[in-house]
């Protein structure tokens, strides 16, 4: 279909754009309702010189039935009648599931976001290496969040993480370390041996590397005799199951009030094996978590001896971690609902 106005060929290239990212409902509303680009069109004809009006409006017009016949069209596909008929929401899934292959023709079956497929596959890693798997909260208190991890009313370290509070007080949690405690008072005596999956929230500006919501998994291991050796040697079995290559290992000083010593966790670039390459900035090098041994105020916070136990602990961006293993440039891709991007997974 060709226009000759360049406002009726660019709201049309859009609309067949839109048609692989936006639901049903937002389209109808975009492209056909009351303040709908459509009517835009139309209002403009009165800007339009007496010799071309009648042009203009004949091709306002054939765009605005191309888009209703789509509309409808879609609408009409199996997968949108199959959510026509009544469906009981207290049943089980296969209750209400009729024909799967009608319901859900070929080329229009949903698929996992990255994030949640590698989140299953981390967690499987750390299941096999023997840990708990414990989700974290959507909200927490200032008790949890701060007070339990050595960071009392007042400390500077509070302002490390730009957090949203409700006005309750509550805090949707600025990392999952805000579940320590609760972990060890449940586990009781050690050992503990727990990994924590859960969303994390900054009040801060998005960009191509940060975003206001995030997945982040944090580790947890207490026992007697625990040493550094011990937390560098668990991080390392993972890491090289989750890139699937032997890598190297070494460690920063770094900043973490509820660690004691506390460190940046480094690879050796699992793609370029230290030759430098984009995804490491050429330095061979990547740095993607941090850690430390527990420091001792969080252990007696939670009633465990730190004369008789110790125990180190992690957390990282799973976010940044899908993103170097893919080659994904812009972390806000991930919640972005663009099926283009979506399905390559």
Not at 81 to 94: L, N, R, S, V
Not at 178 to 205: D, H, S
Not at 259 to 284: A, H, L, N, Q, R
Request: charged share 25%.
């Amino acid at each position: 279909m060709e226009f000759k106005n360049q406002d009726i060929k660019n709201t049309y290239d859009k609309f067949n754009e839109d048609t692989n990212s936006l639901p049903l409902k937002e389209l109808t509303a975009k492209y056909l309702g009351r303040n709908s680009l459509v009517k835009e069109l139309l209002a403009k004809i009165k800007n339009i010189p007496d010799d071309q009006k009648k042009e203009y409006g004949q091709q306002a017009n054939e765009l605005s039935r191309y888009i209703e016949e789509k509309l409808e069209q879609i609408s009409n596909t199996p997968i949108f009648q199959g959510t026509k008929e009544y469906i009981d929401p207290t049943a089980p899934f296969d209750i209400n599931q009729n024909n799967s292959s009608e319901v859900y023709p070929k080329g229009l079956e949903g698929t996992k976001n990255p994030l949640t497929q590698e989140m299953d596959r981390v967690l499987d890693i750390f299941k096999q290496m023997g840990f708990d798997i414990i989700e974290s909260r959507q909200l927490d208190d200032d008790y949890h969040m701060f007070e339990t991890l050595n960071i009392p009313k007042g400390h500077p370290a509070r302002d490390i993480w730009d957090t949203f509070w409700t006005e309750e007080g509550l805090i949707p949690p600025a990392h999952t370390s805000t579940m320590q405690n609760r972990v060890m008072k449940t586990a009781g005596q050690p050992p503990v041996r727990c990994v924590i999956p859960g969303m994390c929230y900054r009040n801060e500006a998005t960009d191509a590397s940060h975003e206001h919501t995030l997945f982040q998994i944090e580790g947890v291991y207490v026992d007697k005799n625990i040493s550094v050796g011990d937390m560098l040697g668990t991080i390392k079995t993972y890491l090289e199951a989750f890139f699937q290559t032997k890598l190297e290992i070494k460690v920063q000083p770094a900043y973490f009030p509820f660690t004691e010593p506390d460190m940046e966790f480094v690879i050796s670039c699992p793609f370029c094996k230290k030759t430098g390459c984009k995804v490491c900035k050429y330095s061979g090098w990547m740095e993607l978590m941090g850690c430390g041994e527990i420091n001792p105020f969080v252990l007696r916070e939670a009633g465990i001896d730190p004369e008789v136990y110790s125990g180190f602990a992690w957390g990282f961006g799973l976010d940044r971690l899908v993103m170097v293993k893919n080659g994904i440039q812009d972390v806000r891709r991930f919640r972005s609902g663009d099926l283009n991007f979506l399905k390559q997974f």
